[in-house]
């Protein structure tokens, strides 16, 4: 008998069957859009800054606004938004230029970067992360934030350290207005460029917008921006994507990368189990069935039972 036991009730972790989808409810992509430059000193800046997020909430897009600290005043930002940190005044202190960390050295950067966090901490934000101001992080910089941050998204480039969420370059607001409107025909153009990308964007990475507050400034002043950002939106609602903030985005990874999975084949039944249950987390069983991690009555205490499917469906079996 002990051979036919050994049969039915197979443990089975190598080889799996399953797999975990990404993100939450099988969306294809994380999909985070970003506005850099974020002000609101001034009253001006302060309706500037409520119209992008008025804009973006219609669209249904949260988004993580990267605050300059100098340039921040206190304001309802709605829940599902972040403010992150983006430097401390976005001058550099040597040259006056833009790239407020270049040339610094790392005591200095470190200066500035708990200044600015500690600034915005004393309008209630909840800071989490950071983006050079002019991307003047250097790579072999960022370990300068790893005490006091989850995430740095100053790098262009993917990176194995899950500390650093890269951003996706060009800018989808910059260069489409000028003083004298915006352009059809540079915004024609940019959007056939980001459609395509959206498109092609390789399966599992984080899709990290970047815009700036200035081109939106700009671009909502004008009726050929106002409908170049609704038709990238609409783009973007098309897709089966999973819109969070880097802030959510992070927890959620480091969330799924903690759990631990196992199953059993019993008698044609599929039993897994997993470590935690994370809401919306997707397992797909090969070739195609879909269990959803839920703390439901269909999965209890972390466990699902899947019954064998009919012969016309897709049957379980272990490899
Ligand atoms: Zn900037």
Redesign the pocket.
């Given at each position: 008998m002990r051979w036919l036991i050994f049969l039915f009730i197979v443990p089975v972790v190598a080889a799996s069957p399953i797999s975990i989808k990404e993100y939450p409810n099988a969306s294809s992509h994380a999909f985070i859009f970003t506005v850099?430059?974020f002000s609101a000193s001034e009253p001006y800046e302060q309706q500037i800054a409520g119209d992008i997020i008025s804009f973006l909430e219609e669209e249904q897009v949260p988004a993580t606004l990267?605050a300059i600290p100098e340039r921040m005043s206190p304001m309802d930002i709605p829940a599902s938004f972040e403010v992150a940190q983006?430097g401390f005044s976005?001058v550099n202190p040597k040259t006056g230029s833009?790239f407020e960390y270049e040339g610094l050295t790392d005591q200095e950067i470190k200066e500035r970067i708990t200044q600015g966090k500690a600034m915005l901490e004393s309008m209630d934000y909840i800071i989490v992360g950071h983006r050079a101001?002019?991307w003047s992080l250097r790579k072999d910089q960022v370990g300068l934030l790893k005490e006091d941050y989850l995430y740095d998204s100053s790098m262009r480039t993917s990176s194995v350290d899950p500390f650093e969420i890269p951003a996706y370059w060009p800018d989808l607001t910059s260069f489409i207005c000028t003083k004298s409107g915006c352009s059809r025909f540079i915004a024609a153009v940019k959007q056939e460029f980001f459609s395509w990308s959206l498109r092609v964007w390789p399966k599992g990475r984080p899709v990290v917008i970047v815009s700036?507050y200035w081109g939106w400034e700009k671009a909502l002043k004008d009726e050929a921006g106002v409908a170049y950002l609704r038709e990238f939106f609409d783009e973007v609602n098309k897709e089966k994507y999973w819109k969070t903030t880097l802030h959510a985005y992070q927890e959620w990874t480091a969330k799924k990368q903690a759990v631990t999975y196992t199953f059993i084949q019993d008698r044609g039944k599929l039993i897994i189990s997993w470590s935690e249950c994370l809401p919306g987390l997707t397992y797909e069983v090969e070739p195609g069935l879909k269990v959803e991690s839920s703390c439901k009555s269909s999965c209890k205490e972390n466990t699902c039972v899947i019954e064998p499917v009919s012969s016309e469906g897709p049957s379980l079996s272990v490899p």
């Amino acid at each position: 008998m002990r051979w036919l036991i050994f049969l039915f009730i197979v443990p089975v972790v190598a080889a799996s069957p399953i797999s975990i989808k990404e993100y939450p409810n099988a969306s294809s992509h994380a999909f985070i859009f970003t506005v850099d430059d974020f002000s609101a000193s001034e009253p001006y800046e302060q309706q500037i800054a409520g119209d992008i997020i008025s804009f973006l909430e219609e669209e249904q897009v949260p988004a993580t606004l990267f605050a300059i600290p100098e340039r921040m005043s206190p304001m309802d930002i709605p829940a599902s938004f972040e403010v992150a940190q983006h430097g401390f005044s976005h001058v550099n202190p040597k040259t006056g230029s833009v790239f407020e960390y270049e040339g610094l050295t790392d005591q200095e950067i470190k200066e500035r970067i708990t200044q600015g966090k500690a600034m915005l901490e004393s309008m209630d934000y909840i800071i989490v992360g950071h983006r050079a101001p002019g991307w003047s992080l250097r790579k072999d910089q960022v370990g300068l934030l790893k005490e006091d941050y989850l995430y740095d998204s100053s790098m262009r480039t993917s990176s194995v350290d899950p500390f650093e969420i890269p951003a996706y370059w060009p800018d989808l607001t910059s260069f489409i207005c000028t003083k004298s409107g915006c352009s059809r025909f540079i915004a024609a153009v940019k959007q056939e460029f980001f459609s395509w990308s959206l498109r092609v964007w390789p399966k599992g990475r984080p899709v990290v917008i970047v815009s700036h507050y200035w081109g939106w400034e700009k671009a909502l002043k004008d009726e050929a921006g106002v409908a170049y950002l609704r038709e990238f939106f609409d783009e973007v609602n098309k897709e089966k994507y999973w819109k969070t903030t880097l802030h959510a985005y992070q927890e959620w990874t480091a969330k799924k990368q903690a759990v631990t999975y196992t199953f059993i084949q019993d008698r044609g039944k599929l039993i897994i189990s997993w470590s935690e249950c994370l809401p919306g987390l997707t397992y797909e069983v090969e070739p195609g069935l879909k269990v959803e991690s839920s703390c439901k009555s269909s999965c209890k205490e972390n466990t699902c039972v899947i019954e064998p499917v009919s012969s016309e469906g897709p049957s379980l079996s272990v490899p």
